[in-house]
């Protein structure tokens, strides 16, 4: 559904991503995974179009991102960035409802069925019972789930996610990680997101892709990806891993001297 192909891109002269190629099959949650500043939210800002590559191309189903209009493209595409945040005095239905704004005309009003989505959008991530607050009254991990459900009210087929957990309590992070888990299996939205917690990255994807240096140093399933040898030579830790019921269970001991 997703290929990049050497893509090279960054800020000004500045090279962040290095000839970087990717594949990403359909139905897949894939975890962008690596150390502060290895080019996670630079990679992410290209695929949503955020910053345009230096060179290289990126396709969607087999089409050019560049070759729709923005519009087009945020019908098939939704983002949650890492730093995002909303100004006073919007309520939880006023955000949830912006989603439906790609699908829109500009003199377009909102039908029927947009009511339809967004509501079942804010069922869906149990928002409704407070559609009326205001966003900015409400904890973190509320306003992760009003943000997670404007971007349901897209009906997107891609949904990119920088750091979705950051900042939650581990009983939040738990719920959000199986609702992105939920929408992706239920609603068949592809998922690329970025996580820093290696066994939330374990656990709830298909494929991890481990960043190094504006690099893709690994590739592949979790247990293809995450070992010692490979978190040494990127984190520079030393861990010990186990596996139990099929689960990977990271726990890092030191950094390398
Ligand atoms: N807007 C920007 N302008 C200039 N340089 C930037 C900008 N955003 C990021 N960079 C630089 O690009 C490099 C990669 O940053 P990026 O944000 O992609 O890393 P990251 O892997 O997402 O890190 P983190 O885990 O801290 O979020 C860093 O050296 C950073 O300083
Ligand atoms: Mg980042």
């Known amino acids: 559904m997703l290929n990049v192909i050497e893509l090279n891109a960054g800020y000004e002269n500045r090279k962040i991503i290095e000839n970087l190629c990717l594949s990403i099959k359909k139905g897949e949650i894939i975890s962008i995974i690596g150390p502060n500043g290895s080019g996670k939210?630079?990679?992410?800002?290209?695929?949503?179009?955020?910053?345009?590559?230096?060179s290289g191309n990126i396709f969607l189903e087999n089409e050019n991102i560049y070759s729709k209009s923005i519009k087009e493209f945020s019908k098939?595409?939704?983002i949650l960035s890492q730093h995002h945040s909303v100004t006073s005095n919007v309520t939880?239905?006023?955000?949830?409802?912006y989603g439906r704004l790609p699908h829109k005309k500009w003199y377009e009003r909102q039908n029927e069925k947009d009511y339809e989505i967004i509501e079942q959008a804010m069922k869906y991530?149990?928002?409704l019972h407070y559609e009326d607050k205001f966003v900015n009254s409400l904890s973190g991990g509320e306003q992760q789930r009003v943000w997670i459900a404007m971007t349901l009210a897209q009906t997107p087929d891609l949904l990119l996610l920088d750091e979705?957990?950051?900042?939650?309590?581990?009983?939040h992070q738990l719920e959000l990680m199986k609702l992105i888990h939920t929408i992706n299996k239920e609603k068949k939205i592809n998922i690329i997101m970025v996580l820093h917690d290696l066994n939330q990255a374990s656990e709830y994807s298909d494929k991890i892709v481990l960043?190094?240096?504006g690099k893709i140093f690994a590739y592949g399933s979790p247990k293809d990806v995450i070992n010692c040898e490979n978190l040494r030579n990127v984190y520079n830790i030393k861990c010990h891993i186990c596996e139990n019921n099929n689960k990977l269970m990271i726990t890092p001991i030191d950094t390398c001297k």
């Open 41 to 54: 939210s630079t990679l992410l800002s290209c695929l949503t179009r955020y910053i345009k590559p230096m």
């Open 76 to 78: 098939k595409v939704a």
């Open 125 to 127: 991530t149990n928002v």
């Open 211 to 213: 960043m190094k240096n």
């Open 92 to 97: 939880v239905r006023q955000l949830v409802s």
């Open 164 to 171: 979705p957990t950051t900042y939650l309590d581990i009983s």
